[in-house]
């Protein structure tokens, strides 16, 4: 049983839509050479490359971006959204490691969301 990625993300009261093909998201922004996901705070949405891409890099793209939209939502203003300027760098640091730790510590995971209603799961497969 596969799971398909999320297409809707919720950081508390905000849904993030999550989207694998970028024209879907209504926005001027560039994507630049080599990136391979990005979030648009201002639109709600998230964009992830699956096209040549492992699961395993989608996951980690996701779930880096899903920091940035923590970041964002947070309201923490940070200094920086370039490759190397502070957010970026902090958020490549721990991104990584975190799925590594949820990958090796399913049980963390398991007592992390124990005692909370399941929201509704959309793009979960039988
Ligand atoms: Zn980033």
Same mark, same amino acid.
């Given at each position: 049983?596969?799971?398909?990625?999320?297409? =809707?993300?919720?950081?508390?009261?905000?849904?993030?839509?999550?989207?694998?093909?970028?024209?879907?998201?209504?926005?001027?922004?560039?994507?630049?050479?080599?990136?391979?996901?990005?979030?648009?705070?201002?639109?709600?949405?998230?964009?992830?490359?699956?096209?040549?891409?492992?699961?395993?890099?989608?996951?980690?793209?996701?779930?880096?971006?899903?920091?940035?939209?923590?970041?964002?939502?947070?309201?923490?203003?940070?200094?920086?959204?370039?490759?190397?300027?502070?957010?970026?760098?902090?958020?490549?640091?721990?991104?990584?490691?975190?799925?590594?730790?949820?990958?090796?510590?399913?049980?963390?995971?398991?007592?992390?969301?124990?005692?909370?209603?399941?929201?509704?799961?959309?793009?979960?497969? =039988?």
């Amino acid at each position: 049983m596969a799971e398909l990625m999320p297409t =809707e993300i919720h950081f508390g009261h905000v849904t993030y839509t999550v989207h694998t093909d970028a024209t879907e998201i209504n926005t001027d922004e560039p994507i630049g050479q080599g990136q391979v996901g990005a979030s648009f705070h201002q639109l709600r949405a998230i964009w992830v490359l699956t096209e040549g891409m492992t699961l395993e890099q989608q996951q980690n793209t996701l779930l880096h971006e899903v920091l940035h939209c923590c970041v964002n939502v947070s309201g923490l203003q940070v200094p920086g959204k370039g490759p190397d300027e502070t957010e970026e760098v902090y958020i490549s640091a721990i991104s990584t490691p975190l799925h590594g730790v949820l990958i090796d510590n399913p049980e963390l995971h398991a007592w992390l969301v124990q005692g909370y209603p399941q929201r509704h799961m959309m793009g979960m497969t =039988e």
